[in-house]
């Protein structure tokens, strides 16, 4: 079993609709970090949480430390939106800044 | 502009040739690391560096070797390159402020193992 595992794998939505990505994981952890990954491949930090909810324009990141999950929501979803997002942990059992990365979510969002 | 550059960003190699995947920064990031995405599977990490003239082996370092002789760069060398090195690599660096981690990624080079 993955430490990290994100759901669901694949997700389609049309335009406008409200999504939610979910990121549980085993270990015990100093972060989890949200990234989105676009079609070119290049790699880009959302948000870094330790506790609580964050916001940035039309996404939102929570993470509940004692059920070992967390979530990403898009709000009104856009064609632009689509992407692969990644949850990654910074894991308290290894060192320094090593990340342990789910598989990744496929987001596609039609007009 | 300010980040980390990869190169190249493709490459096709024969079985048993070697190469150099290049990683700079600029940032002054001491952290600086190497994975490989492959389909189905997350980013795994091969080797990484926590400050010049320090590495140490990630999850899957077999195959590649890396060295650290300044902050700013971080080369991922294939020894002799096998077709299940096909992967899309990623290098990363990081800063580490007041608990807080920051990553920055390279675009990536997308390998071809023949």
């Known amino acids: 079993k993955n430490e990290v595992e994100q759901s669901p794998q694949n997700l389609t939505a049309q335009e406008g609709e409200f999504i939610t990505i979910n990121c549980s994981y085993s270990?015990?952890?100093?972060?989890l970090h949200w990234l989105q990954q676009h079609p070119g491949g290049g790699i880009v930090s959302l948000f870094m949480?330790?506790?609580g909810k964050k916001k940035h324009g039309r996404l939102i990141a929570t993470i509940n430390i004692q059920e070992k999950h967390s979530s990403l929501h898009i709000t009104a979803s856009h064609p632009r939106d689509s992407a692969v997002y990644i949850c990654?942990?910074?894991?308290?059992?290894?060192?320094?800044?090593?990340?342990?990365f789910g598989e990744g979510t496929q987001l596609t969002v039609n007009p | 502009n300010a980040g980390v550059t990869q190169t190249p960003k493709f490459q096709v190699l024969k079985t048993g040739q070697s190469m150099t995947l290049q990683c700079a920064q600029d940032?002054?990031?001491?952290?600086m690391s190497w994975y490989r995405q492959d389909p189905g599977m997350g980013l795994r990490l091969i080797h990484y560096?926590?400050?010049?003239?320090?590495?140490d082996q990630g999850e899957v370092p077999n195959g590649y070797n890396v060295s650290r002789s300044t902050t700013e760069d971080f080369p991922l060398r294939l020894l002799s390159a096998a077709p299940s090195q096909t992967s899309v690599y990623f290098c990363?660096?990081?800063?580490?402020?007041?608990?807080?981690?920051?990553?920055?990624f390279g675009s990536g080079t997308r390998l071809t193992v023949v």
């Open positions: 990363a660096s990081s800063y580490s402020t007041r608990g807080r981690v920051g990553y920055t």
């Open positions: 270990v015990g952890i100093s972060a």
């Open positions: 949480l330790s506790s």
């Open positions: 990654a942990v910074r894991s308290k059992e290894t060192s320094g800044s090593r990340l342990t």
């Open positions: 940032m002054n990031h001491e952290y």
């Open positions: 560096s926590v400050g010049a003239g320090i590495t």
